[in-house]
């Protein structure tokens, strides 16, 4: 059973910007522990691009930080990821992911500390 589901991904140029949105039932996201996108590109590691604990507080992929954007709205009901100035690599699957137990922490940006996915929605960035 689905429990996240992201949107927005599309084609786009280099430079162009998206944003993504991560939707889950019920209120899973508003009492999630902590929420997280990652990546994934052909033939590539999973990756974790930003994350948004249940404080409030975010962090990011240090290479990714100055075009990347996580957030909440205000009723906790969406996770968005901004992503401006795409580059041809940032091509790639994109994920959102939820922490909603607790268990064992194995720290950002480590896929295992989420229990939790959606589908993925592609992201393709041409030159």
């Known amino acids: 059973q689905v429990q996240l589901v992201e949107s927005g991904g599309g084609s786009v140029q280099t430079g162009g910007s998206l944003r993504l949105s991560c939707t889950g039932t019920?209120?899973?996201?508003?009492?999630?522990?902590?929420m997280a996108w990652f990546r994934q590109g052909p033939g590539k590691e999973r990756e974790g691009l930003a994350a948004?604990?249940?404080?409030?507080?975010?962090r990011y992929a240090d290479s990714l930080r100055d075009r990347f954007t996580i957030s909440l709205d205000d009723a906790k009901t969406t996770l968005y990821l901004q992503m401006n100035r795409l580059k041809p690599e940032d091509t790639a699957m994109y994920y959102c992911?939820?922490?909603?137990?607790?268990?064992?922490?194995?720290?950002?940006?480590?896929?295992?500390?989420?229990?939790?996915w959606g589908q993925g929605t592609q992201v393709a960035v041409s030159s």
């Open positions: 992911a939820a922490r909603t137990s607790i268990g064992r922490w194995f720290g950002w940006p480590s896929r295992e500390s989420y229990d939790t």
């Open positions: 019920g209120d899973l996201i508003r009492n999630a522990h902590d």
């Open positions: 948004i604990g249940s404080d409030g507080i975010s």
